[in-house]
């Protein structure tokens, strides 16, 4: 019975280590690669996550920074041409 009982918790870890491995981690690399675009200068850089839980929040807390950003870049530029 025993011999039954360690390959299925074995194979259960396995499965929660590849559940894990999806809902959050890549999840979390959409955002680091994000904030790593906008890094280099692009701030138009979307995170596109749907998510309702603190990664979405942090997604849309990112798009929204980055379109606050593009609108004042934006106004800079009109205001240095204006010059």
Partial sequence: MTMFIIPIIVIASMLIGVFLTIFIKRPSNVVVLTLAKMEKGDMA?????????ELGSLSKALDNMSVRFQSIFKNIRQNVSAQ
Avoid: I, N, V
Avoid at 45 to 53: I, K, M, N, S
């Fill in 45 to 53: 850089a979307p995170a596109y996550l749907q998510h309702g839980d």
